[in-house]
């Protein structure tokens, strides 16, 4: 089945750090580009960051630019996040998304929660 | 990086139409043929309806249309049924690699 599964959400402190992982299976993530959204409880889709098919170009919201770094391991197939210096206001449902069209999500994964807080 | 504009709640009776009106800035609704639109129901991840405007993916039904005009865009749910009843969100590149979301639409089936 063509899928991604987040991991590595959880409960962090502020300032801490946190690596989520997304896994791609049936699909080659360095054929894609990949992107991350988050989600705050009750709130709507916040675009995060990108990824291209090469690697060699990543895009980032103002919000998480500096702080968060989003790479891939093609050998794993797997698509990664980079969160450090992290706030109480990244606590989000975090989703791994395929940009599977142009400008455009078609396959997400089930999302993983960080939680920011003391 | 501002998010696009949607109506807090739209609403319609099963089998009506409803239409969702998504705008933005002449950086990004404006500048390119890539507004997408997203179902998302309670406790799931978004679903894709529309890419660049107008297209819809394998699968979702045609009684989903999108289109624009300048700054705006809008998706339309022809013959509304319960299970449209959902948050609707709109998307746009907004250049030099930069994404951003619409506010988002629940969508009330009466």
């Known amino acids: 089945e063509v899928q991604v599964v987040e991991s590595g959400g959880g409960l962090v402190q502020p300032g801490g750090s946190l690596r989520l992982s997304c896994a791609a299976s049936?699909?080659?993530?360095?054929?894609?580009?990949m992107h991350w959204v988050r989600q705050a409880s009750g709130k709507g889709l916040v675009w995060v960051s990108q990824?291209?098919?090469?690697?060699?170009?990543?895009g980032y919201a103002d919000s998480v630019k500096g702080r968060f770094t989003i790479s891939r391991d093609s050998a794993e197939n797997t698509l990664y996040l980079q969160m450090n210096s992290l706030r109480a206001e990244d606590t989000a449902v975090y989703y791994c998304?395929?940009?599977?069209?142009?400008?455009?999500?078609?396959?997400w994964g089930q999302g993983t929660l960080v939680t920011v807080s003391s | 990086q501002s998010a696009l504009t949607q109506p807090p709640s739209a609403s319609g009776s099963p089998g009506q139409s409803v239409t969702i009106s998504c705008t933005g800035t002449?950086?990004?609704?404006?500048?390119?043929?890539?507004v997408s639109w997203y179902q998302q129901h309670p406790g799931k991840a978004p679903k894709l309806m529309i890419y660049?405007?107008?297209k819809r993916p394998s699968g979702v039904p045609d009684r989903f249309s999108g289109s624009k005009s300048g700054n705006s865009a809008s998706l339309t749910v022809s013959g509304l049924q319960a299970d449209d009843e959902a948050d609707y969100y709109c998307s746009s590149y907004a250049g030099s690699s930069i994404y951003v979301f619409g506010t988002g639409t629940k969508v009330s089936v009466l």
């Open positions: 002449s950086s990004d609704v404006g500048a390119y043929d890539s």
């Open positions: 049936e699909f080659t993530i360095s054929n894609s580009w």
């Open positions: 990824i291209s098919s090469s690697g060699s170009s990543t």
């Open positions: 998304a395929r940009g599977g069209y142009r400008y455009a999500w078609d396959l």
């Open positions: 660049e405007v107008t």
